[in-house]
């Protein structure tokens, strides 16, 4: 620790430091000959449970005097020669007191007992400062609620004497707003003034122990704040800025919940403020498909549960995910040496499991399986110690922990963790974090942490007889968290710490239950009035862990697997259409077809590119030729708005669908109508024709979806032979999709729900209420496991189909129209005629075309080969685009 700059780790957990003054400390025994030997120059620094005397010589040691153990604070009423002006000393009488860091060396602190100090003030006045320190005297004396209670008082009442000092705004900046918050770090609360201008924000703490008088954060910096849980209450706020700002990240929390809301509001109105856009699920997306590891996926999910490194009650956590401590040889590939993940670590030994669970059937209610958690600030320090000695002195009272509990072996932990009757703890993100080269299992500090009961000298972490050292341990349990092995059973393990079978009776199902004070919102700490009864809650919760803020309340869906991973050096070869999609410079409009009248409503290419069949409002089905670029069919249909057509595979028959309720057959080859039949009660919105089914579907405005088969090749359709079946739904059908192989129909309705039938005998599987808007478009992904949803209320949403997780959300400026997804590409076409083409691989927007037409996009088609795309629209137009 550096002993230049005083540090709040050496003060309570949560304790205030308010101010410092130059002083002498006159030892008890000094005499006028000794006083020039003996004195100690140095700060006196008033905290809310001490008083701190910072010597200037580093190689003493500072003393901490805790108020509760102060006797008698005054003025001194003696007289002394040697001092300069004796009536301006403070005299401190105390029963215990306290040195910490002498001859500059992280060691336990020394607690000594009754002494009288007497502190020379060398500029402050003692009238001005003795009545605060006896005020913070008094505090220390009552319950310990009640003292946070006066301290707070106190607090507020010196924030409100502070004003921020505006010579530190620039000629033409001005403030926004003006509130009191805390910067947090681990153990330690720092309170200031907070204000947002129109360029900056500022911190300015009220005491000086920050590097800087004032924290500077350009508005035009920042990437990303995230509202955060704070000791139990949604009173945080991180903000992350640039990695090479000179203030990358800062914590604060603030007084109440409408505070933080009030600021975190105002910095999003400010124009020079620039977020990244990182929509929430597209990680989870890119996850799945193997863009960003296992080991950042865990981080990102971490942090939506509310888990930050800057709060040790809720510090990151990791799971245990080898088993195999003991062997010379570390096989990733045998299953054997792999952690259950779908098990709780208290469920994975059979033995202990059993008696836990007697235990539970006879507990009164609350019940619970696990008495201890997985991760406390105990347990996190536990595995930190050697790195943050500090931090584990400032948590337990000056006292490391004794030698034989210390985390002095991988194995050791491993197996307590199987077998003790409370010990839960699951691990850290340190285990893996390949860059920090295990740095955490050395003592390179050469600390001083006592003999085990062996007479071994504690000291590094032994390693499993497979790890040749820290960093190759570390290497090594990374390449375990990145395996298939893993990878296929990653799901399961977030499931029971950060989803659906967290609590409630997916989590007794699971063996998953922990004491009722971990959760979130069971105890509501503000409508207890008792201060005590209060105050002692928080500290059994903050001692006890907290379970992970819920973030998925279905099943997680799974990782694909076996896929390498698409960053460095793991780069996978893609194709040359592929490479020109991701690496264009412009999607360039390469023919128009104007002969339609009114809205184009439908268009696909066909087969072997070389023709585009449309139909439209106008009642016209056309045909062109892309390697002509004209017209070369136009055919009335009717006289009603014509919505929806497919091709008949094998036959050159096309099948229409019309406002005026028919479903038509038409023959290119004879140029004619075959067939018409009066399919609906209301306007059929849309049909779509299983490949490999050979199953017509239609949907209508009548709410049903209609089910036909046996359509013969003579482009013969006959109602009493050819349906087969009618499902009904909820409100007006407006879109339909088979999967790939015809397993599946997935409809979209106006009231905003997706129904997933079985088609083999057209059952209900799965229902989801997507929002309440309508659904415009839907489309399964190239694996079927996804569906892309696009709404009236301008979201394109991507959902695991077996469970309805949305994997990746997406808000756009216009109601989405229309979408296509093949391959890795979804084509996008929204109201306002802006065309969108992203990489659902990558999970990134490649190009976006600005008014594309000048109404909205209502049909969009990739060619077979990925070379072309087709856009219809409310303009009458059909385009054809090419990226360049």
């Known amino acids: 620790m550096d002993r230049g700059k005083f540090s709040l780790l050496l003060l309570d957990p949560g304790e205030i430091y308010f101010e410092d003054f130059s002083a002498v400390l006159i030892p008890p025994d000094v005499t006028p000959k000794t006083f020039d030997s003996k004195k100690q120059d140095g700060r006196l620094k008033m905290c809310s449970k001490s008083l701190v005397f910072d010597p200037k010589d580093i190689n003493k040691p500072i003393l901490k005097i805790p108020l509760k153990d102060c006797v008698v604070i005054e003025q001194w009423k003696g007289s002394a020669k040697y001092l300069a002006n004796s009536s301006n000393v403070l005299a401190v009488n105390c029963r215990e007191y306290i040195e910490m860091l002498e001859g500059n060396i992280v060691a336990p602190y020394k607690f000594k007992e009754s002494t009288n100090f007497l502190f020379q003030l060398n500029y402050a006045n003692i009238m001005n400062c003795l009545p605060q320190i006896c005020q913070l005297h008094r505090a220390s004396t009552l319950p310990a609620a009640e003292q946070a209670d006066m301290i707070a008082t106190i607090v507020h009442s010196r924030q409100a004497r502070v004003s921020f000092d505006p010579l530190w705004l620039d000629l033409y900046e001005k403030v926004v707003m003006e509130t009191e918050a805390d910067k947090v770090t681990p153990l330690v609360i720092n309170p200031g003034r907070l204000v947002l201008t129109t360029a900056r924000l500022f911190f300015q703490p009220y005491n000086n122990v920050e590097t800087v008088p004032v924290i500077k954060i350009e508005l035009n910096s920042i990437k990303r704040m995230v509202k955060r849980r704070f000791l139990l209450r949604h009173i945080g706020l991180e903000i992350y800025s640039g ?47 193997g863009i960003i590891s296992n080991y950042d996926y865990l981080l990102y999910v971490n942090s939506l549960g509310d888990r930050t490194i800057n709060d040790l009650t809720q510090y990151p956590v990791f799971p245990w995910i080898v088993s195999n401590y003991s062997n010379n040889e570390l096989d990733l590939k045998d299953p054997v040496n792999f952690r259950d993940l779908s098990k709780p670590v208290g469920a994975l030994d059979k033995v202990r499991l059993r008696r836990l669970l007697e235990r539970y059937e006879e507990m009164s209610h609350p019940k619970f399986m696990y008495g201890s958690h997985y991760s406390t600030p105990g347990f996190v320090l536990f595995y930190l110690a050697r790195l943050y000695p500090h931090y584990v002195l400032c948590l337990q009272s000056g006292r490391f922990d004794h030698p034989d509990r210390m985390f002095n072996s991988v194995g050791d932990v491993f197996k307590n963790c199987q077998t003790n009757m409370s010990d839960f703890k699951e691990l850290i993100p340190e285990f893996y974090d390949v860059e920090e080269e295990g740095k955490f299992l050395v003592n390179n500090l050469g600390i001083n942490f006592g003999y085990r009961h062996n007479g071994l000298k504690v000291g590094d972490v032994e390693l499993p007889p497979w790890a040749e050292s820290p960093k190759n341990f570390v290497d090594k349990l990374r390449g375990a968290l990145e395996s298939d092995i893993v990878s296929q059973s990653l799901h399961q393990w977030i499931d029971l710490i950060f989803g659906y079978k967290q609590q409630g009776e997916e989590a007794i199902k699971a063996n998953n239950l922990f004491y009722h004070l971990c959760y979130e919102g069971n105890v509501d700490l503000d409508s207890i009035q008792d201060l005590n009864q209060r105050h002692a809650l928080e500290v059994q919760i903050m001692e006890f862990g907290q379970i992970p803020k819920q973030v998925f309340k279905v099943p997680h869906p799974s990782r694909k697997v076996g896929l390498p991973l698409l960053t460095e050096p793991y780069q996978v070869k893609s194709t040359e259409t592929e490479d020109l999609w991701r690496n264009m410079n412009l999607l360039e409009s390469i023919s128009t077809f104007n002969t339609h009248k009114n809205t184009v409503s439908r268009l696909f290419i066909s087969d072997d590119c070389t023709r585009v069949t449309s139909v439209g409002h106008d009642s016209k089905l056309k045909v062109f030729s892309l390697q002509q670029n004209r017209q070369i069919r136009s055919a009335n249909i009717g006289y009603m708005p014509l919505s929806s057509c497919v091709q008949m595979p094998n036959v050159n028959i096309l099948v229409i669908g019309s406002w005026d309720n028919q479903i038509i057959l038409y023959d290119l080859d004879y140029g004619k109508v075959t067939e018409s039949v009066l399919a609906h009660e209301d306007a059929i919105t849309c049909i779509s024709w299983g490949t490999k089914s050979n199953i017509l579907v239609s949907g209508s405005g009548d709410c049903t979806v209609k089910i036909w088969k046996g359509l013969n090749t003579n482009g013969v359709i006959k ?52 929002n309440s808007s309508s659904i415009t478009t839907i489309n399964y992904s190239p694996d079927d496991v996804k569906l892309a949803i696009g709404s009236k209320n301008k979201t394109l949403l991507v959902i695991d189909v077996e469970t309805g997780l949305s994997v990746f959300t997406k808000m756009m400026k216009s109601p989405i129209s229309s979408l296509k997804w093949d391959g890795f590409l979804l084509i996008l076409g929204c109201d306002d005629g802006n065309l969108f083409i992203w990489d659902m691989v990558e999970v990134k927007l490649l190009y976006e075309v600005h008014q594309a037409h000048s109404g909205a996009i209502k049909t969009v088609d990739i060619s077979s080969d990925k070379s072309i795309i087709i856009t219809g629209s409310e303009d009458r137009l059909i385009k054809v685009w090419k990226p360049k």
């Not at 000179?246 to 603030?254: E, K």
């Not at 403020?273 to 498909?289: F, I």
């Not at 909820?730 to 339909?736: D, P, T």
């Not at 999967?739 to 129909?745: F, G, I, R, T, V």
């Open 719 to 770: 109602p009493i032979q050819c349906l087969q079946k009618q499902i009904d739904h909820n409100s007006h059908v407006n879109c339909l999709d088979f999967d790939h192989n015809n397993n599946y129909l997935a409809v979209g309705t106006e009231d905003g729900e997706i129904y997933i039938w079985q088609t083999k005998e057209f059952i209900l599987k799965k229902k989801y209420q997507i």
């Open 243 to 289: 990695e090479n700002c000179n203030n990358p990240h800062i914590y604060l929390s603030f007084r109440n919940q409408a505070k933080r809301d009030n600021l975190y509001d105002k910095l999003l109105q400010e124009p020079a403020l620039k977020l990244e856009e990182l929509d929430q699920d597209v990680m989870t997306l890119q996850w799945q498909n």
